[in-house]
Nanobody, 124 residues
């Protein structure tokens, strides 16, 4: 499955951003999806994950309460809505997917399919 993340850009601290992950696969509804981010010089970090059904959302503590992951399987899209953005949210954001069962949705090693990232820059 091919993935394409979009929606990144420059936003002020306290603002909001909506990232999209679009898939080429018609059976995308069968895939679990995770969002990860990477700051240069640091390890890739888990952000959020969602099950194929759209249920069972999971969030990193660093974004919990200000981030929502959702999906529209009819559109083969997963959305990451982030609010109250902080400068430390600045990173390249990646979406990843794989077929269940996924042993640990918060670990990037359990996803086989990745799209190119989209850069999010939060200014102070």
């Amino acid at each position: 499955v091919q993935l394409q993340a979009s929606g990144g850009g420059l936003v002020q601290a306290g603002g909001s951003l909506r990232l999209s992950c679009a898939a080429s696969e018609r059976t995308f509804s069968n895939y679990a999806v995770g969002w990860f981010r990477r700051v240069p010089g640091k390890l890739r970090e888990f952000v959020a994950a969602i099950n194929p059904s759209g249920l069972g959302a999971r969030y990193a503590d660093s974004v919990k309460g200000r981030t929502t992951i959702s999906r529209d399987n009819a559109q083969n899209t997963v959305i990451l809505q982030m609010t109250s953005l902080k400068t430390e949210d600045t990173a390249v954001y990646y979406c990843a997917a794989d077929l269940p069962p996924i042993r640990d949705r918060s670990r990037s090693m359990h996803y086989r399919y990745w799209g190119p990232g989209t850069l999010v820059t939060v200014s102070s």
